[in-house]
T-cell receptor
Framework: DAGITQSPRHKVTETGTPVTLRCHQTENHRYMYWYRQDPGHGLRLIHYSYGVKDTDKGEVSDGYSVSRSKTEDFLLTLESATSSQTSVYFC?????????????FGPGTRLLVL | DAKTTQPPSMDCAEGRAANLPCNHSTISGNEYVYWYRQIHSQGPQYIIHGLKNNETNEMASLIITEDRKSSTLILPHATLRDTAVYYCIAGGSGAGSYQLTFGKGTKLSVIP
């Protein structure tokens, strides 16, 4: 599982409330990613990071911000949660497998915005 | 990432080989073919990937056609635990910042 944990695993919040999801990795990987998964859409990239304080936007970044102040932690923040952000959020890291690079995913966070 | 096409669902008898096809006719020369699976609501699990040559690991084999426009993932002896959604992705160039584009995948049901 590449040492990836996500917290919280489940969260229920109200519209307009700020929410922060945490992704933690223990193996010093440089690249980290946040995806969301919704029925009918597969996984879509929100933001990714290529190092401490280095982040970039993905396909569906509106309404989300990220921060990476330490190699091991990548935080995803919903400044003011909306019902459209109800989803399952997955964190991933890039790692080398058999001299090739690929991504490994965390267990996910289920977020319900009421 | 290049677009991929997979059948929406497949069945396979337990103990038999499961052959999952994928078309990626617009794949570019430096794009890899990746396979992931997702069991129920867990995080996607990496299975295998390759560029041009066939690949095998402890989970599966990947057969890529010579023109690289299609590939087949083979689970040699499917078990009930292999029931999952399987995603074929064409992309990534090993630069580290690549984005994986997940389509809808193939729902594989392994039947006792």
């Amino acid at each position: 599982d590449a040492g990836i944990t996500q917290s919280p695993r489940h969260k229920v919040t109200e519209t307009g409330t700020p929410v922060t999801l945490r992704c933690h990795q223990t193996e010093n990987h440089r690249y980290m990613y946040w995806y969301r998964q919704d029925p009918g859409h597969g996984l879509r990239l929100i933001h990714y990071s290529y190092g401490v304080k280095d982040t970039d936007k993905g396909e569906v970044s509106d309404g989300y911000s990220v921060s990476r102040s330490k190699t091991e932690d990548f935080l995803l923040t919903l400044e003011s949660a909306t019902s459209s952000q109800t989803s399952v959020y997955f964190c991933a890291i890039s790692a080398w497998t058999s001299a090739k690079e690929t991504q490994y995913f965390g267990p996910g966070t289920r977020l319900l915005v009421l | 990432d290049a677009k991929t096409t997979q059948p929406p669902s497949m069945d396979c008898a337990e103990g038999r080989a499961a052959n999952l096809p994928c078309n990626h006719s617009t794949i570019s020369g430096n794009e890899y073919v990746y396979w992931y699976r997702q069991i129920h609501s867990q995080g996607p699990q990496y299975i295998i990937h390759g560029l041009k040559n066939n690949e095998t690991n402890e989970m599966a084999s990947l057969i890529i056609t010579e023109d690289r426009k299609s590939s087949t993932l083979i689970l040699p002896h499917a078990t009930l635990r292999d029931t999952a959604v399987y995603y074929c992705i064409a992309g990534g160039s090993g630069a580290g910042s690549y984005q994986l584009t997940f389509g809808k995948g193939t729902k594989l049901s392994v039947i006792p």
